[in-house]
């Protein structure tokens, strides 16, 4: 363990910390504020003085610091989830699962606990944050029923005197690297699967919220999922690459699981060809939404607006380019922009704002860019199109008529409160369109035909397609994206395979 300091966990906030605590997001235990990393069970303060801080995306406040790890305390969470594989591997399917259901149960006692938590890391409505905690508690729930139904195979022998069978076993090791916008959610959809296949996890959670990690893991700690299974390792974007090499490095990390964006994503694939790790990466998406003429108009409205607006349009299947058909083009930018404009915006701590702000300088900076671009490339301003008068990293709910292939926002994603309207003519402009772009995570359209439903969902080139839906991610369907957007699966029986390799059992001799 080199110089980790083993100290037990809890919070060390200074009088002027808590005094910045906004009292609607603190969490009634206090103790699930932690200043630590998890290594091997033990919570850890001491990283050779260095720390960083996690800030209040609201207004830029300091919350807390938190320990900076490197190479040093990653290879150690390595040593640690290495040791702790046997024993957790060796458990039954069911013993696994019951301890994912002590977990699931913890992380549903503390929902509101957990959403205060990560409004104030993250900045997001509080409405939006307990959701996002349910839906980590429901990955939690579907890995500890799928833990029991790993199931193998027996394959018909071929020659007589053999037996054949297949039988799933853990990949070994895993590291998870996960971004800011769902810290929960994303974490737990990855330690979740898993930990029910038998594997044991190393993550670095996002730099800009690494405290709901460190709390649903001291859940997982209480609920009594042993030291070692589960580590934690908090790192600054300085130190990040540091954590990612060494886990890229260590033979024992048998597998990589990343969602982020798509150059990190391609930097840890490369990095991972000399030890051959498994793979699964969620990376960029650049959605397109799609309203034929023959769509239900009010609720393909209503649909744009949960796609593009959930989490202030900071969600990687998002919807980025609204394209509508001209015949109805002017009815729906009418409608939508009507709606956004009731939209409202606040800190969490405020308690009913439908949007929060962007979760730092950076983001806000390149939302601001994008509109400028698109105003200067020919946009309409339809609403919105500003930083929000409450100043720091808000941004008006936006809309702009008439975007064209040109601008910006066509081919990058905005990642923020910003709806572009395209207009097209005809189904097969519409899909050309909506393909042209090196991504494929998301697609949605809204149409009532049912031969151009089946046509367009056949023609389009993502992983997940939202038909008549603008929110489609569950627990029980495979998540994922194709082309740039990355591979592997997550969630649904689909997401248990890609922590399991396939064991071929050749059983020969059995001739009497
Ligand atoms: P975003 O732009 O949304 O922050 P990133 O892909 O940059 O997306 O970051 C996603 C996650 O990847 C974060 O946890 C971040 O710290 C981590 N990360 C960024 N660069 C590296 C790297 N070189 N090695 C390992 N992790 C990294």
Known sequence: MGTLARQPAGPDLSDRQTKQRSRPLQPSRADLVIDRALIGGRWVSEVGGRTFAVLDPADGSHVIDVPDCGATEASAAADCAANALRDWSARTGKERSQLLRQWHGA??????????????????????????????????????????????????????????????????????????????????????????????????????TPLSALAIARLAEEAGIPAGVINIVPASRHRAGEVGDAWLQDFRVRKLTFTGSTAVGKSLARGSADTLKKLSLELGGNSPFIIFDDADLDAAVAGTM???????GQTCIC????????????????????????????????????????????????????????????????????????????????????????MRLASEETFGPVAPLFRFETESEAIALANDTPFGLASYFYARDIGRVWRVAQALEAGTIGINEGIITTEVAPFGGVKASGYGREGSKYGLEDYQHLKYLCMGGLSA
């Open 107 to 208: 992380l549903l006692a503390h929902q509101e606990d957990l959403a205060r938590l990560l409004s104030r890391e993250q900045g997001k409505p509080l409405a939006e944050s307990r959701g996002e905690v349910a839906a980590g508690a429901a990955y939690v729930e579907w890995f500890a029923e799928e833990a029991k139904r790993a199931y193998g195979d027996v394959i018909p022998e071929p020659t007589r005197g053999r037996k054949l069978i297949v039988v799933k076993e853990p990949v070994g090791v895993v590291a998870a690297i996960t971004p800011w916008n769902f810290p929960i959610a994303i974490l737990a959809r990855k330690i979740a699967p898993a930990l029910a296949a038998g594997c044991t996890i190393v993550a670095k959670p996002a730099e800009d």
């Open 306 to 312: 949960a796609s593009k607006f959930r989490n202030t």
């Open 319 to 406: 919807a980025n380019r609204i394209l509508v058909q001209g015949s109805v083009y002017a009815a729906f930018a009418e409608k939508l922009t009507a709606a956004v404009s009731r939209l409202t915006v606040g800190p969490a701590a405020s308690g009913d704002a439908d949007q929060g702000p962007l979760i730092n300088d950076r983001a806000r900076i390149k939302v601001e860019q994008h509109v400028h671009d698109a105003l200067g490339r020919g946009a309409r301003l339809l609403t919105g199109g500003k930083r929000h008068r409450l100043g720091g990293n808000f941004y008006e709910p936006t809309v702009l008529g008439e975007a064209n292939p040109s």
